[in-house]
């Protein structure tokens, strides 16, 4: 039998205590073990993201899911950042 698929939930959300829908969805994928849950906004409060860190967590999983609110057709900022800088 083959093995899951290892995801990285890429968590971006600069009000995740206000949002039920999300902790809704968040729960469930923080009890599996091929999730890894990385919330960014409690990694990176002052938005000066480990670059290197970063891209090393994007090498050692195979799926990347982003979770996050809509801003006008857009991301959080400090998500935003992360995409500008990592990828």
């Known amino acids: 039998m083959s093995q899951p698929a290892k995801v990285l939930l890429l968590y971006a959300h600069p009000e995740s205590?206000?949002?039920?829908a999300n902790?809704?969805?968040?729960k469930p994928a923080t009890q599996l073990s091929?999730?890894?849950v990385?919330?960014?906004?409690?990694?990176?409060p002052d938005f000066f993201i480990d670059i290197p860190r970063e891209q090393a967590l994007l090498r050692?999983?195979?799926v990347i899911v982003f979770q996050h609110p809509l801003y006008?057709?857009?991301?959080?900022a400090l998500l935003k950042e992360w995409l500008d800088r990592v990828l």
Not at 17 to 20: E, G, L
Not at 23 to 26: D, H, K, Q, S
Not at 72 to 76: A, L
């Open 17 to 20: 205590q206000d949002s039920v």
């Open 23 to 26: 902790r809704v969805l968040l």
């Open 34 to 36: 091929n999730v890894t």
């Open 38 to 44: 990385h919330d960014l906004y409690a990694h990176y």
């Open 60 to 62: 050692e999983h195979e």
């Open 72 to 76: 006008t057709y857009s991301c959080p």
